[in-house]
């Protein structure tokens, strides 16, 4: 990192000089932490021109849609990696050779099973829970179950418990939905590669036979690919901040999954279906478009913008395509909520108010197309988009303890009741 100098002038007082680094790509960033000494503190909710970190996973060029994983673009991992590929170059920053990737494979496809006494955790729930209702509760349990290895300072304490989140999100996933339609729990099949062992125990039942479709299959390792890392979007970053008070992995990735949920990040993928059913019919379209452009309405089009990218998803170009391949090898291309989604897409790309203010369709716009293709019910959108994440939450957490790193507690201008005394009776 290069060091340049930033001259910060407050009225009143003397010059104040702060450090400035470069890094690989992306803008230069003003170290203010010796601000504090000064008496005055930044102010940025939201995050919007705030580093709130180092980190060396991902890179994200919003305005060119640009989004690279240690320097692979996605494009390029979509068609040449598979997802267990892409945990590994996101843990370990190379992408692994012919005996590291048997290595790693082998440790995620043995440690896929759950302890038998997590089956009874279900039965307290409503059969109709909310799918991530379920997957915080159950991934932040996983702690009590492995207190051998929840030192956060023993590396192997670290490795294992890596490995061991990305075996456990499919087989709790899936255990989700079976529990939601009443069906018995399908255990792992470890012969079975990621995706088809996640689509094996999603819809195998002991009845009857399950192939799983190599279509489905490899569409559902792209999702994952797809949904992987994103530097430090919300859910990330809330792993980080848990991650900083020393919290054991389960109880940071439960954090995560939790910010997750919200209709403005992952949710969004629910959000989306729910939206194309209530606009339901072509004619609908411009009438939900008109709902999205008027401020006093608080209906957004889902799917649509992003904090960081102000150019098209890189992600939802691959996932297009994704979901096109599939629609075709299922005989869905008429669906009627494909077609609205296509033409909402057209129309939005076309209007004025989403041109100017450079609203593109994201990468949850058409993951919710595509799972839905695929049978997978929208309540379970979001905990598909978790399976994904928990790599890079997993690589991010890893890679703050692994560093310097302090407690995250950031700072506030406040605006409340000065001291008062209490009402003498
Ligand atoms: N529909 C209509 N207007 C929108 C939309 C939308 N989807 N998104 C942003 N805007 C408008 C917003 O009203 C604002 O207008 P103005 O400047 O006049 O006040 C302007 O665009 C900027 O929006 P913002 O809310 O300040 O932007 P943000 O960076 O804070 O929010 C966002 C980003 C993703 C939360 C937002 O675009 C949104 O709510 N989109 C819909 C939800 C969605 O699809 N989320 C998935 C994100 S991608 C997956 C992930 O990473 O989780």
Redesign the pocket.
């Known amino acids: 990192m290069t060091e340049k100098k930033a001259t910060l002038t407050i009225e009143g007082k003397e010059p104040i000089e702060l450090p400035m680094y470069s890094g690989t790509k992306g803008p230069d960033v003003v170290d203010v932490r010796g601000l504090l000494k000064h008496g005055v503190f930044t102010y940025d909710p939201?995050f919007m021109s705030t580093a709130s970190c180092e980190s060396q996973i991902t890179f994200i060029d919003g305005n060119k849609g640009i989004l690279l994983h240690r320097g692979y673009p996605i494009e390029e991992l979509a068609d040449n990696a598979d997802y267990l590929e892409t945990c590994y170059l996101l843990l370990y920053g190379d992408l692994p050779n012919a005996e590291q990737k048997a290595k790693f494979n082998h440790s995620i496809m043995h440690h896929t099973m759950v302890h038998q006494q997590i089956h009874t955790f279900f039965n307290g729930f409503r059969r109709d829970s909310h799918p991530m209702a379920i997957m915080v509760a159950v991934v932040g349990a996983l702690a009590a179950f492995y207190h051998d290895s929840l030192d956060i300072n023993d590396q192997n304490h670290r490795e294992i418990t890596a490995h061991r989140l990305i075996s456990k999100m499919p087989t709790i996933a899936a255990m989700v939905y079976k529990y939601s339609i009443g069906q018995p729990f399908a255990y792992p099949r470890n012969d079975l590669d990621y995706a088809s062992n996640f689509l094996h125990m999603m819809f195998s039942n002991p009845c009857e036979e399950y192939k799983v479709n190599p279509v489905m299959a490899a569409a559902m390792d792209k999702i994952f690919i797809l949904h992987a890392d994103?530097e430090q979007?919300?859910?990330t970053s809330t792993v980080r901040l848990t991650g900083s008070t020393g919290a054991n992995p389960f109880a940071c990735i439960s954090a995560g999954i939790a910010a997750?949920w919200g209709?403005?990040?992952?949710g969004?993928n629910e959000?989306?279906l729910s939206m194309l059913e209530e606009i339901g019919d072509e004619s609908n379209i411009e009438a939900f478009i008109e709902r999205?452009?008027d401020?006093n309405d608080p209906f957004?089009?889902?799917?649509?913008?992003?904090?960081v990218y102000k150019n098209y998803?890189p992600r939802a170009k691959v996932m297009k395509a994704h979901a096109d391949e599939v629609l075709k090898e299922l005989g869905q291309v008429n669906d009627p909520l494909l077609k609205i989604a296509m033409k909402l897409e057209k129309i939005a790309l076309e209007d004025e108010?989403?041109v100017q203010?450079k609203?593109y369709p994201?990468?949850?716009?058409y993951s919710g197309i595509l799972l839905r293709a695929m049978g997978i019910p929208t309540s379970m959108f979001t905990v598909i988009?978790a399976l994904g994440r928990t790599a890079g939450w997993i690589a991010h957490w890893k890679e703050m303890i692994d560093g310097d790193y302090r407690i995250g507690r950031p700072r506030q201008l406040y605006t409340g009741a000065t001291e008062r005394q209490y009402p003498k009776k």
Do not use: E, I, Q, T
Request: hydrophobic content about 45%; cysteine-free; glycine content about 12%.
């Open positions: 939201g994103h979007n919300a859910s997750l209709p403005a990040h992952g969004a959000a989306v999205a452009k401020k957004r089009l889902m799917g649509f913008g992003h904090r998803d108010y989403f203010k609203l994201n990468v949850d716009f988009f």
